[in-house]
């Protein structure tokens, strides 16, 4: 492997992700970066429990949501377990899935049947938070090296990082957005009922809690129809 060429488009990489201007542009940029990057990699996702249910994010292919759904079905598997690991243990390589049958034998029978030879998992993660597992698909029994392991775990950097800073970007964008969406809600309260700032709050505040419904989207309905009605 020519690990200058690597280096420059890593470096290359690093600064597209951060010009990404959503998290599910950023998460794309990254698992395309792994099918081009990574030797051997056909197909690249990003697998996120919530719980015991699975999310398949940025899938490049289909048989990436495929074994995120095996694994969800069944509650076991590589990926799976990358997710949700606690230890600093957060990388795997299966490189032929007939070696993954004593730790995950039904996951890795079904894997074969949809034609998956060898994986790669990758958890993302920084100082603060877990972000889920890179997950990268060959369909050939040994595709992945050693050498593809290494430029797995850097491209795994760098996303942690880029996937952590849009995500907090796209939720700072987010608490703008509902706190100008709140502000017109009371302004539009205060001078239809003569109400104080504190009062016009109280109002959506209660509301929000008798009706079960998020505060914002109580003040999107008064913006959009002038009350609460």
């Not at 969800?72 to 243990?89: I, K, M, N, V």
């Not at 795997?92 to 034609?115: K, V």
């Not at 239809?192 to 998020?214: G, M, P, Y």
């Amino acid at each position: 492997m020519d690990w200058r060429l690597f280096a420059r488009e890593m470096a290359s990489m690093a600064r597209d992700l951060l010009a990404q201007n959503s998290v599910e542009a950023t998460l794309g940029r990254i698992t395309h970066a792994a099918v081009d990057l990574v030797s051997g990699c056909d197909a690249a996702g990003i697998l996120l429990l919530r719980g015991k249910a699975v999310e398949s994010l940025a899938p490049t292919h289909d048989l990436v949501v495929e074994s995120d759904r095996l694994q969800e079905r069944l509650g076991e598997g590589p990926c799976f377990d990358a997710a949700r690991t606690s230890t600093r243990e957060r990388v795997f390589r299966i490189g032929d899935l007939t070696t993954g049958r004593s730790r995950w034998r039904d996951y890795a029978t079904g894997a074969e049947e949809l034609g998956i030879g060898s994986m790669m998992g990758f958890l993302l993660y920084t100082e603060d938070e877990d972000l889920g597992a890179l997950n990268l698909y060959s369909r050939r029994p040994g595709a992945f090296t050693e050498h593809s392991e290494t430029a797995g775990w850097l491209l795994a950097s760098h996303a942690a990082v880029a996937f952590s800073s849009a995500r907090s970007h796209a939720q700072l964008e987010q608490a703008v957005s509902t706190r100008h969406v709140i502000g017109e809600a009371m302004g539009i309260l205060m001078g239809s009922h003569r109400l104080t700032e504190e009062q016009a709050f109280d109002v959506l505040r209660r509301f929000s809690q008798e009706n079960n419904i998020k505060l914002r989207e109580v003040a999107r309905r008064v913006c959009e129809h002038g009350g609460l009605r």
